[in-house]
C-alpha cells in the first residue's frame, strides 16, 4: 500500500517540497530509504521504530520501501522522520488518509514519541504558503518562528500521539494565533552615540554613512574609538521592515543560529576575528552554509584591523559588495545567499602606530602609511565610498562633561534622508543610494558647472579613479538628502571629496 506525504527541505535558504513516499507491502521484512539520503536520514529507521513502539504504535514487519522525491537532490536533516512516522501509521488505518494530502509535515522524532526543532522552519512555511497548503505541522518549538509568515494556519506539536489526534480532527487543537508586533523581539539598544567622546567629524562621517547606507573606513591610533563608533553604528540606522525581519530570519534559521529567538529584530552586526578564513566570511565549506557577508543581510559587517586579513579573503569581499548576494558553486549543487550588508571597517594609520607616541600625537610617514596600506588592495579600497581619519581623542574631551548627541536624534534625520531615497527609487528596485548603478548616477546625481570643475580637479590631481568618481557622487548625493536639497551643490561634492582621503595611496 502506497502513501504519500509532502514534507520540504532546503538548499541554501530557499526550501523546495520533498515528497515522502511510503510504500508497504508482502515479502520479506526489509526498510529501504532511496532518493540520496545522508546518513541522518537513514538512521531515520531507529528513531522511528522506537518512536511508534513508545507511542502505542505497531512497527510493520513487512517490506517498507521510503522514497525521498525528488530522487537527483541530496537529502539532509532529520525532519523527514515525522513523514516518514505518519506514513507508516496510515498503512494502520487510524486516521483518514486524506488529510495527509492537505499539510506539510516535519519534525525529528525523539524514541519516546516527543518532536525535536528543526533549522529553516521559516523558509519552509514560506514555502508551503506559496504552494498552497491548509497549513503545516512543525514541533511546537517551531511555532512563533513560523508564525511570522501570515495566510497559512500553524500547527505546532508536542508529539506523534498530537499529531495523529490532530489528523482525526481533535476539536482540542487549533492553529497558532499570534500578530506579527507579538513575534518581534523589543527593540533595545544598550550603547548610544552620546556616549563618544570628541570625534564631531567622524560621527558626521558615519551618519553620512548610514543616510546612504555607504561603506565606511575609519583610520586611526589604538584607543581613538574607532570600534566603539562602529559598535554603536546600528543605532542609528532605520528600523527593519518587517520584510527586510524575514529576510534576515530566514537566512539565521537556516543557519541554525536562531537558538532561542523567534526572528532578527534589530539589524545584524557581525564582526569577525581577522584569522577568519574565506569560507567563514563568504560562505561555503563541503555542505555550503552562509558566511559572514550573509549573516550582516540588511546590518553591518566589521572588520577591525583591516589590513591583518589575510588579502585573498579581502578580495573575496569584492563580489558580494557589488551584487549584494554570494553564490557557491559545489560539484553537487549551487547555492546563493544574500549579502546585502553595509562594511565598516578600521586599520592603524600605519604598522608602527604606537612606537614612540608620547603625549604628542605620532605621524606616521608617507612612506610608513603606503607599505601598511599596500596590504588592502586597491580595487577593493575603491568600494569604500568614505575614508575617515579618527584622531587621537584630547584630554580635555577626555575629562569633558557635556553629553553628545543621542543616537535617537541622529537617526530620525537618517530616517527622513532614506525616506527621500525610497521615494527616489520606488520604480526601481533598489533601496539607497549606494546601490545606484551608473544610469541611477546620471540620472539622480546631476552636477552645476562649479561641481564639475571641482570633480574635474579631484580626478586630475587626486588620481580618483572612474568608480571613485562615482562614489563621490553618490555620497554628494546623501549629503544632499540629508539637507532635504534637491540638487547636488559644490558644498556636498566638496564634503564628499574630503571622505576620500586614501585615493592618493593608491
Known sequence: MLF???????????????????????????????????????????????????CGYSFSSRKIIINLAPADRKKE????????ALGIIAHLEVFPEEKLHEYLFLGELALDGRLKPQKGILSIAVLAKEKGYSGIVIPIENEREAALVQGIDIYAMEDLVQVVEFLNGSESIAPSCYLPEELLPASEHDVDFEEIKGQQHVKRALEVAAAGSHNILLIGPPGAGKTMMARRLPTILPPMTFSEILDVTRVYSASGLL??????????????????????????????????????????????????????????????????????????????????????????????????????????????????????????????????????????????????????????????????????????????????????????????????????????KLGFSARAYNRVLKVARTIADLRGEESISVVHISEAIQYRILDKYF
Not at 588592495?377 to 568600494?383: F, N
Not at 577626555?398 to 527616489?424: D, F, K, P
Open 77 to 84: 536533516g532529520s525532519a523527514f522522520d515525522l513523514p516518514i
Open 259 to 460: 537558538k532561542n529567538r523567534n526572528a532578527i529584530g534589530e539589524r545584524p552586526f557581525c564582526s569577525p576575528h581577522h584569522t577568519i578564513s574565506g569560507a567563514g566570511l563568504i560562505g561555503g565549506g563541503k555542505i555550503p552554509k552562509p558566511g559572514n557577508v550573509s549573516l550582516a543581510h540588511h546590518g553591518v559587517l566589521f572588520l577591525d584591523e583591516l589590513s591583518e586579513f589575510q588579502k585573498h579573503v579581502l578580495e573575496s569581499l569584492r563580489q558580494p559588495l557589488e551584487d549584494g548576494e554570494v553564490t557557491i558553486s559545489r560539484a553537487a549543487m549551487t547555492v546563493t545567499y544574500p549579502s546585502l550588508f553595509m562594511l565598516v571597517a578600521a586599520m592603524n594609520p600605519c604598522e608602527d602606530a604606537m612606537f614612540g607616541m608620547s603625549a604628542s600625537a605620532f605621524e606616521c610617514t608617507g612612506s610608513q602609511r603606503m607599505r601598511y596600506y599596500s596590504k588592502v588592495s586597491g580595487p577593493l579600497m575603491d568600494r569604500i565610498d568614505i575614508q575617515v581619519e579618527v584622531a587621537k581623542v584630547e584630554f580635555k574631551d577626555i575629562i569633558s562633561r557635556r553629553e553628545g548627541e543621542r543616537s535617537e536624534h541622529i537617526r530620525e534625520r537618517v530616517i527622513c534622508a532614506r525616506n527621500i531615497q525610497t521615494r527616489r527609487f520606488k520604480e526601481r528596485n533598489i533601496y539607497n543610494n549606494a546601490q545606484m548603478g551608473n544610469k541611477d548616477v546620471a540620472s539622480y546625481c546631476s552636477v552645476d558647472k562649479d561641481g564639475e570643475e571641482l570633480l574635474e580637479m579631484a580626478v586630475d
Open 4 to 54: 504519500k506525504i509532502a514534507s520540504a527541505s532546503l538548499i541554501g535558504i530557499d526550501a523546495y517540497i520533498v515528497e515522502v513516499e511510503v510504500d508497504i507491502s508482502f515479502g520479506m521484512p526489509a526498510y529501504v530509504t532511496v532518493g540520496l539520503p545522508d546518513t541522518t536520514v537513514r538512521e531515520s529507521k531507529e528513531r522511528v521504530r522506537a518512536a511508534l513502539k513508545n
